[in-house]
Every structure is written in C-alpha cells, then in structure tokens.
C-alpha cells in the first residue's frame, strides 16, 4: 500500500523555521519527483516546491524563493522542506505528493501528482 506521511508541522511566530518531513511506505522514493504543496482556507491548493527523483532539480514557487529549501533522502525514503524566514501568509495545509512520470515543467499543477499525504498544519502567527 502506497502512503506518504507527512510530520513537523505546528504554530510558529513570524521569522520563525520548521522543517517538514515527507516519509513513504510501501514503495521506494528513488524513482519518483515529490512535489510539496499548501492549502490555506477558502484558497485553492498551490505548488511551493519539487525536487526530481534524482534530486538534480529543484523548484519553487516565487513567494517561497530564498526562504524554502527542498532536499530528500532516498536511502530514508524522505523528502524534507526547510522553511525559514516563515510569514503569516504561510498558514496552510502542508501536503507532499509524489509522482513517477512528472513534465517537470508542470510540476505546479496538483492533478499531475497521483499520491498525497494527509497533510500537517502550518501556523504562522504571534
């Protein structure tokens, strides 16, 4: 059974950092691009970031440039997003997905990813 969990989310204050963690089971990560996405109320779910199965190639949405850091570890199954400098506007839903043909053009569209995580909750805030 294919399944991705994700952990390391919470309440934070602006500035702040929080490390998330993508683990999969049932499978290997090796072959498969993962993508990090965030849904806030009311909004609909946007790509913050993607790394390919190699880990050659990264991307990021511009809001998260320069303060989000994607990296995984195949040999642990987990991919990671590194956020720092957190804003409020950065309270979300927190959902990894992953993919094993991605465009990698398209990384950002949801719909090109077939499994997804539960999800952990973001908090930014004073």
């Known amino acids: 059974q294919v399944q991705l969990v994700e952990s390391g989310g919470g309440l934070v204050q602006p500035g702040g950092s929080l490390r998330l963690s993508c683990v999969a089971s049932g499978f290997t990560l090796d072959d498969f691009t993962i993508g990090w996405f965030r849904q806030a109320p009311g909004k609909e779910r946007e790509g913050v970031s993607c790394?390919?199965?190699?880990?050659?190639?990264?991307y990021y949405a511009d809001s998260v440039k320069g303060r989000f850091a994607i990296s995984r570890d195949n040999a642990k199954n987990t991919v990671y997003l590194q956020m720092n400098s957190l804003k409020p506007e950065d309270t979300a839903v927190y959902y990894c997905a992953a993919e094993r043909s991605l465009l990698l053009r398209l990384w950002f569209y949801p719909n090109m990813y077939e499994d997804w995580g539960q999800g952990t909750q973001v908090t930014v805030s004073s």
């Open positions: 790394i390919s199965s190699s880990g050659g190639n990264t």
